[in-house]
Nanobody, 125 residues
Framework: QVQLIESGGGLVQAGGSLRLSCTTS????????MGWFRQAPGKEREFVAA????????DHADSVKGRFAISRDNAKNTAYLQMNSLKPEDTAVYYC??????????????????WGQGTQVTVSS
């Protein structure tokens, strides 16, 4: 059993920053990718960022490039999403996910095997 627990969400004014954390517990995952997705009310869940086990490969959605940064600390079984210059359109529930490496696209939801419950991020204008 693998559990992913997100934290760090909250209410922030436009232009502010938040850092989300995602801690993995339970069965140890080997060399898994970690991803962040988000889902706004009435919209589909969308890719935000992904990072390889080594941290050498990262990818960010165009909408967050230059503002958000994904990172991880494998010793702490934790992935992070640093979010700067937040905009009202960033308001969503943010989910972290873990993917067993299969060579598939880590921007796709179907590539991920485990999901957290989500944390709400609200950006006021």
């Amino acid at each position: 059993q693998v559990q992913l627990i997100e934290s760090g969400g909250g209410l922030v004014q436009a232009g502010g920053s938040l850092r989300l954390s995602c801690t993995t517990s339970g069965r140890t995952l080997s060399r898994h990718f970690m991803g962040w997705f988000r889902q706004a009310p009435g919209k589909e869940r969308e890719f935000v960022a992904a990072i390889s086990w080594s941290g050498l490969i990262t990818d960010h959605a165009d909408s967050v490039k230059g503002r958000f940064a994904i990172s991880r600390d494998n010793a702490k079984n934790t992935a992070y999403l640093q979010m700067n210059s937040l905009k009202p359109e960033d308001t969503a529930v943010y989910y972290c996910a873990a993917a067993i490496p299969r060579g598939s696209s880590y921007t796709q939801l179907r590539s991920y095997d485990y999901w957290g419950q989500g944390t709400q991020v609200t950006v006021s204008s």
